[in-house]
């Protein structure tokens, strides 16, 4: 175990005061139901998002609270904590009980949970400095890389009033005009508490996008 522990060490390049949180940082319930990782990680999982957040705001002083938003999420996601927990090599360092050990199912899960309780062992042995000084190594080349690609009005319209009503926005064809080799569609648009927003537009897709568009600037969104 020793060993173990000393080669994840030199591997995230931190040294820890007490050893007892990185082995604890690695254990999965299944090893040990009592002393296990869920704490830490939950502690983990708040300050990765602290860091990333701050870090966020200083590169992107300029950009949009959505994008900034898309930004953390892609940044803090499982996938992202797996994928560099993959390159740590974290799996040869769990301990994991026998029904675990092919790590078959759920893998992608234990893995990513297990770096963000490193995250939070690592907190609790060394302060935020060290905490930071970690992530901010590990998750530098997706900080780079974090580029969101822009939503698009109408998907934009829907994430708003889903998460705001709970419900879909209401589009309604209005009618077409124009001769027929360049037709000109009408569309209505509406959310709950907001009022009906016309778009037009060379297609029945388009009209809704540049009604959503409209409602979007009105809202300030």
């Known amino acids: 175990m020793v060993d173990k522990i000393k080669d994840l060490e030199k591997t995230i390049k931190y040294s820890f005061k007490n050893t007892v949180l990185l082995e604890r940082a690695l254990t999965h319930k299944s ?6 990782n869920e704490k ?6 708040r300050v990765l998002g602290l860091v990333i957040s701050q870090k966020l705001l200083e590169k992107f002083p300029h950009e949009k609270e959505g994008i900034i938003d898309k930004k953390f ?6 996938k992202t904590c797996y994928l560099i927990a993959k390159k740590l090599n974290l799996k040869k360092f769990l301990f994991l009980g026998s029904s675990h ?11 990513s ?15 935020l400095k060290s905490a930071q000084k970690f992530i901010l190594k590990f998750w530098e080349i997706y900080l780079d890389k974090s580029i969101i690609t822009l ?8 994430e708003y009033s889903l998460k705001k009503f709970k419900e879909l926005p209401k589009y309604i064809f209005h009618k077409k005009t124009g001769p027929q080799h360049k037709p000109l569609f009408k569309t209505d648009v509406n959310i709950p508490n907001s009022k009906k927003i ?5 297609s029945k897709k388009k009209a ?14």
């Open 113 to 127: 949970d297990s770096l963000e309780a490193i995250v939070g062992s690592i907190y609790l042995d060394g302060g």
């Open 198 to 202: 016309s778009g037009t537009g060379s």
């Open 31 to 36: 090893f040990d139901n009592a002393n296990n």
């Open 73 to 78: 999420a892609n940044l803090v996601n499982k």
């Open 101 to 111: 050990k092919n790590l078959e199912r759920s893998a992608e899960k234990i893995i």
């Open 208 to 221: 809704q996008q540049n009604a959503a568009s409209k409602l979007l600037r009105i809202l300030k969104i």
């Open 151 to 158: 939503v698009d009005s109408k998907t934009q319209l829907q």
């Open 40 to 45: 830490l990680e939950f502690l983990g999982d």
